[in-house]
């Protein structure tokens, strides 16, 4: 690969832009594509059956058109149902974007850790089978969101959210007597890429301190390994934003910090 690789990220909004933002930083050296499946958000409220039925053939598309050397499915709402169809599929690499729940179970002194996602990806029996394998004994309470990735999307997008509907989504993640921390909830695991994008305000809302595995960071790693050496040379590449709706979105200057200061196409 001697030219700038092209990096396809996809996910069913502006979640994956979270994980996108690790990935440039990792890979300043390639060209990326995000395309954002916003006609058919969100997909937690979507069946397996119709999630299936949606990506695959359209990532078939995707690729036909934009031939990514490398795929991200940044979408645990995705990624825990078809990332092993994709790569039956299709012969480019791909890297989904599934619950951290190996790590947070690893770190949690306590051995009390929640899973926030979609109502889909906590239903998932590649979510159960994390848990089974990888729970270390630690108690796993697994919380299925119905509504906390449209109100990141909204507040992406600059309208204004109430404390009071992130609380009400965030509260069953506090498992445990607040005034013991030896034994409360201490690890939640950010199983959506939308919610990075509420940070702030999800430890402002917390009822205690905990630690939030977002696994972003781990993602951009294994990108740019699979990807090799970095190529020199490659003045700031560029980047495009694809919406399947095809929207007038009006995003531009929000999306730019995410795209590592790239101008869109
Ligand atoms: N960003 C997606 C995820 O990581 C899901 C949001 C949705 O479309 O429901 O699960």
Same mark, same amino acid.
């Given at each position: ?13 502006? @979640? ?13 050296? #390639? ?12 997909? @937690? ?32 709402? !995705? ?8 790569? !039956? ?14 790590? #947070? ?29 990888? #729970? &270390? ?6 919380? @299925? ?24 989504? &965030? ?6 007597? !607040? ?5 409360? +909830?201490?690890?939640?695991?950010? !199983?959506? +890429?939308?919610?990075?994008?509420? &940070? ?19 993602? #951009?790693?294994?990108?740019?390994? &699979? ?33 590592? @200061?790239?101008?869109?196409?």
């Amino acid at each position: 690969m001697t030219n700038s690789p092209t990096i396809l990220v996809f996910d069913s909004g502006l @979640g994956g832009l979270t994980v996108l933002r690790e990935v440039v930083a990792a890979r300043p050296d #390639a060209h990326f594509t995000y395309v954002a499946d916003d006609a058919f958000f969100p997909y @937690g409220h979507h069946s397996e059956d119709e999630i299936i039925a949606r990506v695959v053939p359209l990532m078939g598309e995707l690729i036909g058109t934009h031939d990514p050397d490398l795929v991200v499915i940044a979408c645990n709402t !995705a990624s825990t149902l078809v990332l092993s169809r994709l790569r !039956a599929a299709y012969s480019v690499p791909f890297v989904g974007t599934v619950p951290a729940i190996k790590p #947070a179970c690893a770190r949690s002194k306590t051995r009390r850790i929640s899973v926030l996602g979609t109502k889909g990806t906590v239903k998932r029996e590649y979510t159960k089978a994390l848990i089974r394998d990888f #729970a &270390l004994g630690c108690e796993v309470t697994l919380v @299925g969101s119905p509504e906390l990735a449209s109100l990141a999307e909204r507040e992406l997008s600059g309208q204004a959210i109430s404390d009071r509907d992130v609380l009400a989504e &965030l509260t069953p993640c506090f498992v445990g007597d !607040a005034a013991d921390s030896t034994s409360r +909830t201490d690890t939640v695991v950010l !199983a959506c +890429t939308h919610y990075p994008l509420l &940070l702030d305000r999800l430890v402002r809302l917390a009822p205690w301190p905990v630690e939030w595995i977002d696994p972003a960071p781990a993602i #951009a790693r294994r990108v740019s390994d &699979l990807l090799g050496p970095h190529i020199d040379g490659v003045a700031q590449s560029s980047a495009e934003m694809i919406f399947t709706s095809n929207r007038a979105h009006g995003l531009g200057a929000i999306l730019t910090p995410f795209f590592g @200061g790239r101008a869109l196409a």
